[in-house]
Nanobody, 126 residues
Framework: QSQLVESGGNLVQPGRSLRLSCAGS????????IGWFRQAPGKEREGVSC????????NYAGSVQDRFTISRDNANNTVYLQMNSLKVEDTAVYYC???????????????????WGQGTQVDVSS
Protein backbone atom coordinates (compact mmCIF):
# COMPACT_ATOMS: atom_id res chain seq x y z
CA GLN A 1 0.00 0.00 0.00
CA SER A 2 1.51 3.30 -1.06
CA GLN A 3 1.58 5.93 1.62
CA LEU A 4 3.37 8.91 3.10
CA VAL A 5 4.86 8.54 6.57
CA GLU A 6 5.76 11.55 8.71
CA SER A 7 8.15 11.44 11.64
CA GLY A 8 10.17 13.75 13.84
CA GLY A 9 7.46 15.42 15.89
CA ASN A 10 8.22 16.04 19.56
CA LEU A 11 7.74 18.33 22.53
CA VAL A 12 10.23 21.20 22.50
CA GLN A 13 10.71 24.53 24.21
CA PRO A 14 10.16 27.82 22.37
CA GLY A 15 13.19 28.86 20.38
CA ARG A 16 14.36 25.31 19.76
CA SER A 17 14.45 23.36 16.49
CA LEU A 18 12.95 20.20 15.04
CA ARG A 19 13.29 18.44 11.72
CA LEU A 20 10.30 16.60 10.33
CA SER A 21 10.61 13.88 7.70
CA CYS A 22 8.12 12.71 5.12
CA ALA A 23 9.03 9.36 3.60
CA GLY A 24 7.33 7.53 0.80
CA SER A 25 6.43 3.92 1.57
CA UNK A 26 5.61 2.00 -1.58
CA UNK A 27 5.36 5.40 -3.23
CA UNK A 28 8.09 7.28 -5.05
CA UNK A 29 8.13 10.97 -4.19
CA UNK A 30 10.61 11.79 -6.93
CA UNK A 31 8.24 13.27 -9.51
CA UNK A 32 5.81 14.86 -7.09
CA UNK A 33 5.61 18.25 -5.47
CA ILE A 34 5.26 17.71 -1.74
CA GLY A 35 3.49 19.97 0.70
CA TRP A 36 3.61 20.30 4.47
CA PHE A 37 0.44 21.29 6.29
CA ARG A 38 -0.50 21.67 9.92
CA GLN A 39 -3.65 21.64 11.96
CA ALA A 40 -3.96 22.98 15.48
CA PRO A 41 -6.90 22.04 17.74
CA GLY A 42 -10.03 23.91 16.71
CA LYS A 43 -8.38 25.41 13.64
CA GLU A 44 -8.46 24.82 9.92
CA ARG A 45 -5.66 22.89 8.25
CA GLU A 46 -3.17 25.39 6.84
CA GLY A 47 -0.43 25.12 4.30
CA VAL A 48 3.05 25.58 5.73
CA SER A 49 5.45 24.91 2.88
CA CYS A 50 5.82 23.05 -0.39
CA UNK A 51 8.62 22.00 -2.69
CA UNK A 52 8.54 21.22 -6.40
CA UNK A 53 9.46 17.79 -7.72
CA UNK A 54 12.93 18.99 -8.72
CA UNK A 55 13.45 20.87 -5.48
CA UNK A 56 14.10 24.03 -7.43
CA UNK A 57 11.00 25.86 -6.26
CA UNK A 58 9.75 26.29 -2.72
CA ASN A 59 6.94 28.22 -1.08
CA TYR A 60 6.28 29.18 2.54
CA ALA A 61 3.44 30.57 4.56
CA GLY A 62 4.20 34.02 5.89
CA SER A 63 4.03 32.78 9.48
CA VAL A 64 7.00 30.43 8.96
CA GLN A 65 9.01 32.34 6.37
CA ASP A 66 12.66 32.66 7.43
CA ARG A 67 12.20 30.09 10.22
CA PHE A 68 11.31 26.91 8.33
CA THR A 69 13.18 25.32 5.43
CA ILE A 70 11.84 22.58 3.18
CA SER A 71 14.17 20.27 1.28
CA ARG A 72 14.11 16.92 -0.42
CA ASP A 73 16.40 13.97 -0.93
CA ASN A 74 14.97 12.03 -3.84
CA ALA A 75 17.66 9.36 -3.53
CA ASN A 76 16.25 8.56 -0.08
CA ASN A 77 12.65 9.20 -1.10
CA THR A 78 12.23 11.74 1.69
CA VAL A 79 11.19 15.37 2.10
CA TYR A 80 12.27 17.32 5.17
CA LEU A 81 10.94 20.33 7.05
CA GLN A 82 13.57 22.00 9.20
CA MET A 83 11.84 24.14 11.80
CA ASN A 84 13.93 26.68 13.69
CA SER A 85 13.02 29.30 16.30
CA LEU A 86 9.86 27.42 17.13
CA LYS A 87 7.02 29.33 18.73
CA VAL A 88 4.12 28.19 20.89
CA GLU A 89 1.79 28.95 17.98
CA ASP A 90 3.61 26.35 15.85
CA THR A 91 2.01 23.65 17.99
CA ALA A 92 -0.04 21.40 15.69
CA VAL A 93 -0.23 18.08 13.95
CA TYR A 94 1.95 18.31 10.85
CA TYR A 95 1.05 16.43 7.69
CA CYS A 96 2.81 15.94 4.41
CA UNK A 97 0.88 15.46 1.21
CA UNK A 98 1.31 14.72 -2.49
CA UNK A 99 -0.91 15.82 -5.37
CA UNK A 100 -2.72 13.31 -7.55
CA UNK A 101 -0.54 13.92 -10.60
CA UNK A 102 3.25 14.09 -10.94
CA UNK A 103 4.92 17.36 -11.88
CA UNK A 104 2.03 19.35 -10.46
CA UNK A 105 2.70 22.89 -9.30
CA UNK A 106 3.79 23.47 -5.73
CA UNK A 107 1.03 25.19 -3.76
CA UNK A 108 -0.27 25.68 -0.23
CA UNK A 109 -3.91 24.83 -0.83
CA UNK A 110 -4.92 21.55 0.79
CA UNK A 111 -7.46 20.90 -1.95
CA UNK A 112 -4.64 20.48 -4.45
CA UNK A 113 -3.34 17.41 -2.64
CA UNK A 114 -4.62 13.88 -2.87
CA UNK A 115 -2.41 11.63 -0.75
CA TRP A 116 -1.86 12.42 2.93
CA GLY A 117 0.24 10.99 5.70
CA GLN A 118 -1.08 10.22 9.17
CA GLY A 119 0.57 13.26 10.75
CA THR A 120 3.16 13.86 13.45
CA GLN A 121 2.55 15.93 16.60
CA VAL A 122 4.65 18.99 17.30
CA ASP A 123 4.26 20.61 20.70
CA VAL A 124 6.07 23.82 21.56
CA SER A 125 5.81 24.68 25.20
CA SER A 126 7.91 25.95 28.06
Amino acid sequence: QSQLVESGGNLVQPGRSLRLSCAGSGFSLENYAIGWFRQAPGKEREGVSCISSSGGRTNYAGSVQDRFTISRDNANNTVYLQMNSLKVEDTAVYYCAAPRYPFSLCGLSAGSYDKWGQGTQVDVSS
